[in-house]
């Protein structure tokens, strides 16, 4: 079960949730961005890879080798302070740069924003008690997923596969898959009791209203 827990909190870091976010707008809809397939999307999904994984992973291990924070699981609130200032210094560049640009559709703008409101939320309250970065990740995740069906109206993805074709499933697939996501990842922190489930539920309460206030305050 611990390893199982080990590879749910991987794959769903909280640094890959804008990389997701992404994805799923490019396969429902690749047309909203100027595109007629998520494959033309390389540029974009460049660009958001390395700002929202690779540079804060990268500063992340510089803090480590400095001897800032005591492992990369970054179990002390404290040793916290430092990689969420920086992601959110990244995060909120991405943004700018999304808004600046003015050729993205809405719909991601919400999703970086929203995630930017995640993130400086759970840095806020970081200083006063703990919160699942995780499940505020998830949360926000599950949130995206379900504007996409409910306020987008999109109907099907399009996901790309090698070779140029595609695997068309309903949006109802994505979002009822992302919901049993969250749930593992939340259920994975607890087995691997880097929370408690108090601090579980604040998380995602955290990534499904970022998302909830991003959309009211851009559509």
Known sequence: MRAVAHFFSIAFHP?????????VLLWTNPFAFGWRHVSEAGTLLIII???TVTLPAIAVLMMKMLGWVSSFNLEDQHERIGPYIVAGIMYLSLYLHLTRAESF?????????GTLLGLWSCFFINNFTKVSVHAAGVGG???MVALTKLTFGYDQAHIGLFGGAN?????DVLLYG???MAGATCTSRLILKAHVIKEVYLGLCVGLASIGVAYFFLH
Do not use: D, G, K, N
């Open 178 to 180: 992302s919901i049993l």
């Open 49 to 51: 890879v390395m700002t």
């Open 15 to 23: 640094l890959f949730i804008v990389t997701y976010m992404s994805l």
């Open 105 to 113: 559709p809405v719909s991601l703008r919400i999703a970086v924003l």
């Open 167 to 171: 695997l068309v499933v309903p949006i």
């Open 141 to 143: 995740l599950v949130a």
